[in-house]
């Protein structure tokens, strides 16, 4: 019994375990399909029923600051839009866009990165069209003695580019080159705005690297967040199951049913018996049925162990054992019985431990019980010419009743609170009159 308990235990460690996996599995599964599909998103934002004629190639500068002072560093972006389609693709010639390379006199480029590109699938007029955004932030600032009050632009940049004809999926014709000039950004030397300038509101510092960044933070934040949801499942699984093992060791009446859920089922039983044989008469199995719950009950009520076997559900019980179902899914059958005779019994009440003052009440009805266990027991072996009749069979019943009663409420936690201060007040009783 014990290995069946440990082999149980093991076995919901690693059920709980492997759920928790798949939890965090699925978790990332899902994150990295929200990745993918917020770089490339539905058709329905921009609208299925619209179509888009995108130009081959779309550039633009944007700085985060309109007006600079001189050794003043300031982050400027480059973003450029490029179309494909079944039959075109722009290709980009990044090479001469690397921060390494790129010269932008007379300012200084300092350094760059490149943000991991954006890509949009909108419907076009000869089909789907293909947005990819790329984009490359560069810190730059400006060194001289000659530019104080004055306007000086980033310069106007050229970006090469050309257009490869697709034939089918796996020929590609490239295209001529060709160029872009990409028009000069105003900047103001400490000024508020440069002169050349339409508005006087700057534009915003955000990058395509700022909302990858925050993307990446949200999976992490995520992903910590559920580490330490499940962490302490983890850090408590194994206090619970030794807490629930040490409880069924503990426990004197079997690891199935708990004693309180027990003996509800007992008093059921006793009552159905009850209500059938006020119309009815006392057959074997009603004798045999109520003496096994007398075995059982005074098991429970003079501490005796009973033995609580589970079983399939067609398996039939043994003379003496009582068959209860537990659960709903799975159901489980439950075969209880007990040892205990009339004679055991009353060698248990008549020793040291039921003689004290305070057991009184509880003694007198272990006794009246002991007697009506001995005449169900007696009725049971009994023949034609000894047997007893219909009155003693219906005060044994009673008293069973009574006996399973006052068991379920020494369970209940308000009457053990009642039982211990009547106790405590009796012994202090006791006390004062001797002082």
Not at 143 to 148: I, K, L, V
Not at 172 to 199: D, F, H, W
Not at 244 to 265: S, Y
Not at 369 to 379: C, E, P
């Amino acid at each position: 019994m014990e290995e069946r308990q440990r082999m149980s235990g093991n076995s919901a460690y690693c059920k709980i375990v492997g759920i928790s996996r798949v939890v965090v599995l699925f978790a990332a599964a899902v994150f990295i399909t929200a990745d993918a599909a917020a770089q490339a998103p539905s058709d329905a934002l921009y609208g299925k029923n619209e179509a888009v004629a995108a130009d081959a190639l779309n550039c633009w500068w944007k700085s985060d600051k309109s007006s600079i002072r001189i050794g003043e560093e300031f982050t400027v972006a480059l973003t450029c839009r490029s179309a494909e389609t079944g039959r075109e693709r722009t290709v980009l010639n990044e090479s001469l866009l690397d921060p390494n390379v790129l010269a932008l006199p007379p300012y200084q480029v300092k350094n760059g990165r490149r943000y991991k590109d954006i890509i949009r699938i909108l419907p076009g007029p000869d089909g789907p069209v293909t947005l990819r955004s790329v984009q490359y932030a560069y810190t730059a600032k400006l060194m001289g003695e000659g530019f104080f009050g004055r306007d000086v632009p980033l310069p106007p940049l050229e970006i090469h580019y050309h257009i490869d004809l697709v034939t089918n999926k796996d020929t590609v014709a490239p295209g001529k080159e060709r160029t872009y000039v990409l028009p000069p950004l105003p900047m103001r030397i400490q000024s508020l705005v440069p002169k050349a300038a339409n508005a006087i509101r700057d534009a915003g510092n955000e990058t395509f690297g700022d909302i990858e960044g925050r993307r990446k933070n949200a999976v992490i934040a995520f992903i910590i967040a559920g580490v330490f949801l499940l962490l302490p499942l983890f850090v408590l699984l194994p206090v619970l199951v030794r807490a629930v093992r040490g409880r069924r060791e503990r426990g004197p009446n079997g690891t199935i049913f708990r004693t309180r859920d027990l003996l509800k089922r007992l008093e059921w039983e006793l009552g159905r018996i009850e209500r059938r044989c006020r119309t009815a008469s006392w057959d074997d199995v009603s004798i045999e049925t109520v003496l096994s719950i007398f075995r059982v009950s005074a098991s429970l009520a003079v501490a005796r162990r009973i033995v609580q076997t589970p079983a399939a559900a067609g398996t039939r019980g043994l003379e003496g054992q009582l068959a209860f179902r537990k659960g709903l899914w799975p159901r489980m059958k439950v075969l209880v019985s007990a040892s205990l005779t009339p004679e055991e019994m009353t060698r248990e009440l008549s020793g040291a431990n039921w003689q004290g003052s305070d057991e009184s009440p509880r003694k007198a009805l272990l006794d009246e019980t002991q007697r009506a266990f001995a005449v169900m027991n007696d009725a049971r072996y009994a023949t034609q010419a000894n047997a007893a009749d219909r009155a003693l069979f219906d005060g044994a019943l009673k008293t069973g009743l009574r006996l399973l009663r006052e068991l379920r409420r020494d369970r209940c936690m308000a009457f053990r609170m009642k039982r211990a201060v009547h106790s405590w007040l009796m012994r202090f009783g006791r006390q004062w009159k001797r002082s």
